[in-house]
């Protein structure tokens, strides 16, 4: 599904963010990407989503390389990874369904469409009746799945999600989470770079531990192992 | 197709929606487009009537060859084949005093009565009128015939002509050049108009991006919205160098009477077409380059 052969990111004034990265995902897997800040977690994102070049190495996602990949072909790439990052990203003058929607609008969905799946997805992260009110009505957590529902809302093969807790509290960060999990279980790839601790201690999955833009573990069973 | 016709929906709905949100900037850059636009429009006036002058003058571009009086029949006949010979030469007609007379009584028209009396003793002189193929083989013409035998002089306003073809030529370039500044202008300054938008909206594009749309489905709005500003300023900028252009030919036809300008009806449905292609223009340009920078995430 996806496949880091040998990838490193060098940026401008000699930094290098990755250093020869080799990793692979399943379809289906839930994979935690842990590490420092500065460790290389935003990075790989990035690279992930092609919002950066890699300085050499190959990256393939659902059997493409991606790194030769045309600017044009871009947003199809995107359309196959639903995306959610620590500060939301909703648009404010939108409500909660119009958010939603908004991104069936953008690649080209009918309007009966929309009206049957959007209520689904909502119904699904649980905001069915806040439909219509603003983001700036809501609090974090519900925003935060008010963003999860438009990143699954066209049925991506892969989530993707940078800090989705970042911003939350103990106890909302751990609804976001089981809701990812839910996701994942309905089949969806999931990947999350996180800084929190005790959900990849508790949750067992997969993880993926960078330092200074190296992977120092990968384990099927694993905890996020760094003291706090 | 559906999908097309759907997401043209949202672009033009998008696009107003843009115009409307910023309503004095709208109202601000249509104004200027169509300042720049009338200004620009009325060297376009000035440019197309002086074309139109430049080819009555090269249409009535005709030199005179007077002959003199103690010619014969057959001498008359042999200058009018020696002209005809002449290269550049287009047409070659004989007027007699008689006619040279009527002709000139023609032109005093009331006041004839002056020319009265004159037919017993006609003090005009007998002449040939030569047209010419090119106003610039004129004066060489000129030369030619003047060295032909029973030939006393030719005139055809040198000076006149070499003066107003060298106006004409200024007023061409110096138009140009005006037009093309103007129409640099109006697209920065609608250009500068949908960047407060897009700068507006650079977080809801940068989600769009994420979220997977296409480059075009991003610009398309403010294309629209460009658009709209420059066919807005095209559309009122062309009333308002109709009604200017309307007063203009009233002033001069009621004055001037050596050259006649274009009708206004002739003018004014050309420059509505060209204006609005102008106006689509200039606006898809200004959007077009003012929306780029947001595009690479």
Partial sequence: ????????????????????????????????????????????????????????????????????????????????????????????????????????????????????????????????????????????????????????????????????????DPDTSWEIVKLMAEINKRGTTVVMATHAKDIVDAMKKRVIALEKGNIVRDEARGVYGYAL | MDMLFRNFRYFIKEGFSNLARNRLMTVASVTSVMAALVILGMFLLIILNVNHMAYQVESQLELKAFLKDDLSGEQIQRIGEEIKGIDGVSSVVFESKEQALEKFKKQLGEKSYLLEGL???????????????????????????????????????????????????????????????????????????????????????????????????????????????GLLGALLSVGVLALMYGYTLDYVNSRLIVFNLLPLSDVIKDMALYFALLGSLIGAIGSGLSIKRFLNV
């Fill in chain 1, 1 to 168: 599904m996806i496949k880091f052969i040998n990838v490193s990111k060098k940026y401008d004034k000699g930094i290098i963010a990755l250093s020869n990265i080799n990793f692979e995902i399943e379809s289906g897997e839930f994979v935690f990407i842990v590490g420092p800040s500065g460790a290389g977690k935003s990075t790989l994102i990035k690279l992930l989503l092609k919002e950066e070049e890699p300085t050499s190495g190959t990256i393939i996602v659902n059997k493409k390389d991606i790194t030769k990949m045309k600017r044009k072909e871009i947003p199809y790439l995107r359309r196959s990874m639903g995306v959610v990052f620590q500060d939301f990203r909703l648009l404010p003058n939108k409500t909660v369904f119009e958010n939603v929607a908004f991104a069936m609008e953008v690649v080209g969905a009918h309007p009966k469409e929309i009206r049957r799946k959007v209520p689904m997805v909502l119904s699904l992260v649980g905001l069915s009746d806040k439909a219509d009110q603003y983001p700036q009505q809501l609090s974090g957590g519900e925003q935060q799945r008010v963003a999860l529902a438009r990143a699954i809302v066209n049925e991506p093969s892969i989530l993707i999600a940078d800090e989705p807790t970042g911003n939350l």
């Fill in chain 2, 119 to 229: 037919e017993k003793d006609n003090p005009l002189p007998q002449s040939y009128i030569v047209k010419v193929k090119d106003a610039n083989l004129i004066k060489d013409i000129a030369d030619e015939i003047k060295g032909i035998n029973g030939v006393d002089k030719v005139s055809y306003g040198q000076d006149v002509v070499e003066k107003l073809l060298g106006i004409i030529r200024i007023i061409r370039i110096v138009g140009l050049a005006i037009i093309s500044i103007l129409f640099v202008i109006s697209i920065v300054i609608i250009s500068n108009t949908i960047k407060l938008g897009v700068f507006a909206r650079r977080r809801e594009i940068n989600i769009m991006k994420y979220i997977g749309a296409t480059d075009w489905f991003i610009r398309w709005p403010f294309l629209i919205e460009g658009i709209v500003l």
